[in-house]
Every structure is written in structure tokens, then in C-alpha cells.
T-cell receptor, first 114, second 112 residues
């Protein structure tokens, strides 16, 4: 039982390049999330998927798109990377998405945009 | 937009003492509260969850909730060097599946 996995672990992009961050969970969870974490800013929600087939914007969605490929996988795409998107990206999942559910986090992707 | 406030620290505590971490939140309607621990370079992991007023104890950890004052705290008894980490307070952003709103975290240092 691997929990939440993310690929890649590290990535360096040039401004304007695109890339997709992959996330998968093997806990049969319904809800999945993408956060970014910046020094001094804490964790901020980018997008979430309450259940398979649905996605919604979080606090900081600009410059990102997401795809809930199936119940296990939730990807985050940067179409045209900008230096402001340099951050650590965490994927998380929870069972039912209720207000008492624990969110389990993946190991993160450290992204640098030059 | 919900807000969660924490003192960023660092908070330095001698080994064996009690570490007290505090968090205030803006939305009086918030019902549940999470404490996550994050070691440097690692992902957050849940250590405590509380939704009722009063205290909740789990081993060396005690979460305290005061909804009237919109205040939640985390006490760590018999602090160990392995407790040195950043502690994140979080509340559900909306209905639960909307994700969590996090504070910026308090950096705790346990001095041997």
C-alpha cells in the first residue's frame, strides 16, 4: 500500500515550457487535491476533485489545469510555466471529502522555473 | 475566504518541557480542526484532529479547542528532539471536499 505517489520528485523548467505533474492514490479515496507550498505562504489549494468526474478551482488556480483521469489519478498541468510557479507541489487525497476526513499527502514535487 | 493564523516562530523549547502551539481562525462556523506536522523537506502528516470544545489527548499530544474564542492549540508534553518540525493548523475550506485552509505554520525547535 503505497498511499499517495507523485511524479516527478524534482523538475526544472524554462519559462514558457509546459509539463504535467502526476498523482495517484491506492486507498480507494473519492476526493483528491493539489496544493502548492511557498516559503512564508503556507499550503494553498490550487484545484480539487470531490469525486471522479468533477473538478473545481481552489484558492490559486490561475495558470493551472487539472484532469481527474479516473478514481486513482489526478494530474496537474502547467501550460506555460512562469517563475512565479516555482514551488513545492503536494497532491493529497481523502476518503469521502467530509469535514472530518483526514487528508493524506504525497511526497511532493519540487519545481523550479527559470 | 477563511483565514488561519499562526505565529511562525521559531519556538524554542527545552527537551522534556511542554511545547504550546497556538492557532486562531476567522470563520466562526468552522467545525473541525486539524494539526499536521511537517519535517523539513517532507510532506505534512496528520497528528491530531478535533471538533468538540475542550481537550483531546493522544499520547504526548493534546489538542484544545475553544470555539467561543476561535482558538485551537496543540500541547506537546515531554518534548523530544524528534518533535522539531513545522506544525500546521488547518480548517476545512468549505464543505470538506473543498480542501483545507492552512495556517503558515509554527517552526518548533526542541533543544537537547
Amino acid at each position: 500500500n503505497a498511499g499517495v505517489t507523485q511524479t516527478p520528485k524534482f523538475q526544472v523548467l524554462k519559462t514558457g515550457q509546459s509539463m504535467t505533474l502526476q498523482c495517484a492514490q491506492d486507498m480507494n479515496h473519492n476526493s483528491m487535491y493539489w496544493y502548492r507550498q511557498d516559503p512564508g505562504m503556507g499550503l494553498r489549494l490550487i484545484y480539487y476533485s470531490a469525486s471522479e468526474g468533477t473538478t473545481d478551482k481552489g484558492e490559486v488556480p490561475n495558470g493551472y489545469n487539472v484532469s481527474r483521469l479516473n478514481k486513482r489519478e489526478f494530474s496537474l498541468r502547467l501550460e506555460s510555466a512562469a517563475p512565479s510557479q516555482t514551488s513545492v507541489y503536494f497532491c493529497a487525497s481523502s476518503d469521502t471529502g467530509s469535514t472530518t476526513d483526514t487528508q493524506y499527502f504525497g511526497p511532493g514535487t519540487r519545481l523550479t522555473v527559470l | 475566504q477563511k483565514e488561519v493564523e499562526q505565529n511562525s516562530g521559531p519556538l524554542s523549547v527545552p527537551e522534556g518541557a511542554i511545547a504550546s502551539l497556538n492557532c486562531t481562525y476567522s470563520d466562526r462556523g468552522s467545525q473541525s480542526f486539524f494539526w499536521y506536522r511537517q519535517y523539513s523537506g517532507k510532506s505534512p502528516e496528520l497528528i491530531m484532529f478535533i471538533y468538540s470544545n475542550g481537550d483531546k489527548e493522544d499520547g504526548r499530544f493534546t489538542a484544545q479547542l475553544n470555539k467561543a474564542s476561535q482558538y485551537v492549540s496543540l500541547l506537546i508534553r515531554d518534548s523530544q528532539p524528534s518533535d522539531s518540525a513545522t506544525y500546521l493548523c488547518a480548517v476545512p475550506s468549505g464543505g470538506g471536499a473543498d480542501g483545507l485552509t492552512f495556517g503558515k505554520g509554527t517552526h518548533l525547535i526542541i533543544q537537547p
